[in-house]
T-cell receptor, first 113, second 116 residues
Framework: RKEVEQDPGPFNVPEGATVAFNCTYS??????FFWYRQDCRKEPKLLMS???SGNEDGRFTAQLNRASQYISLLIRDSKLSDSATYLC??????????????FGRGTQLTVWP | NAGVTQTPKFQVLKTGQSMTLQCAQD?????MSWYRQDPGMGLRLIHY???????DQGEVPNGYNVSRSTTEDFPLRLLSAAPSQTSVYFC???????????????FGEGSWLTVV
């Protein structure tokens, strides 16, 4: 079983739509959670960290449910510029394996006019 | 501020050749790592380093060597290239090795490697 599983996508939505991505992780001892954004043929860039209490950054809202080992990202009022692949990332520390990040396969979003 | 610099950006190798992907960061980051990204797969960790002189294996280390003689540089060596190593390689760094402290990881722009 993979450490991090994401919605396979792709998601194709019109401008202004609300879209949600989901992610589950297998290691209950995971401590840190992130969403990264990756544009075509570019490097991943941090979109936002995910905190237990949930957090919001403009049109983006991230939620964490530790009991269900589930992370979500909600994008409201989608823009054309939101078209990208969204990566769910989890820090799973096991024994001497410190600071290792596990990446989901990514969910592709296309926002059309 | 250059951030994380990777070279070369594109490379074609013949099976059996060796080469080194260079990675340098100018942010005095302790933690550096190499990932590969293949179609339909997430980024997979090859090797990582928590400081100069310290390296360790990630998920997919076979066929790759690393060294960390300075804080700034973390080269990745392909010993004898195979077609299965055709991939996009990303170098990454962060200030601390413990991601739970919330340190942001910065990625290089990627190196596209094709082994024929």
């Amino acid at each position: 079983r993979k450490e991090v599983e994401q919605d396979p996508g792709p998601f194709n939505v019109p401008e202004g739509a609300t879209v949600a991505f989901n992610c589950t992780y297998s290691n209950s001892a995971s401590q840190s959670f992130f969403w990264y954004r990756q544009d075509c043929r570019k490097e991943p860039k941090l979109l936002m960290s995910v905190y237990s209490s949930g957090n919001e950054d403009g049109r983006f809202t991230a939620q964490l449910n530790r009991a269900s080992q589930y992370i979500s990202l909600l994008i409201r009022d989608s823009k054309l510029s939101d078209s990208a692949t969204y990566l769910c990332v989890v820090n799973a520390e096991r024994g001497s394996t410190l600071g290792r990040l596990y990446f989901g396969r990514g969910t592709q979003l296309t926002v059309w006019p | 501020n250059a951030g994380v610099t990777q070279t070369p950006k594109f490379q074609v190798l013949k099976t059996g050749q060796s080469m080194t992907l260079q990675c340098a960061q100018d942010m005095n980051h302790e933690y550096m790592s190499w990932y590969r990204q293949d179609p339909g797969m997430g980024l997979r960790l090859i090797h990582y380093s928590v400081g100069a002189g310290i390296t360790d294996q990630g998920e997919v280390p076979n066929g790759y060597n690393v060294s960390r003689s300075t804080t700034e540089d973390f080269p990745l060596r392909l010993l004898s290239a195979a077609p299965s190593q055709t991939s996009v390689y990303f170098c990454a760094s962060s200030y601390g090795w413990r991601q739970s402290s919330g340190n942001t990881i910065y990625f290089g722009e990627g190196s596209w490697l094709t082994v024929v």
